[in-house]
């Protein structure tokens, strides 16, 4: 992400995933990008936009590449 100039901070705090997710929206991070067991071995990540409908924040699990492109675009927008 850096490499593509897309500011990022991760959270390796040992809180559970629900509250890290809660801190995030507070801070008004546009896009979380969750990185569990299932996104590890699938070489994925699982990205949940901020501003979207409650029902709607979860984009889904998508490759890094897909990330960067979805960023880029938002930043164009």
Same mark, same amino acid.
């Given at each position: 992400?850096? /490499?593509?100039d897309?500011r990022? /901070? ?7 995933l %629900? ?5 995030? $929206?507070?801070?008004?991070?546009p896009?979380m990008?969750?990185? %569990? ?11 949940? =936009? $901020?501003?979207? /409908?409650?029902?709607? =924040? ?6 890094? /590449? =897909?990330?960067?492109n979805?960023?880029k ?5």
């Amino acid at each position: 992400m850096k /490499e593509n100039d897309i500011r990022v /901070e991760v959270d390796v705090r040992s809180e559970k995933l %629900g509250y890290k997710i809660r801190e995030a $929206r507070m801070d008004k991070a546009p896009y979380m990008i969750i990185v %569990g067991e299932n996104e590890k071995n699938n070489m994925s990540v699982s990205v949940r =936009q $901020r501003d979207a /409908e409650l029902d709607k =924040q979860d984009m889904g699990e998508m490759s890094l /590449e =897909q990330v960067v492109n979805l960023v880029k675009r938002d930043e164009i927008e």
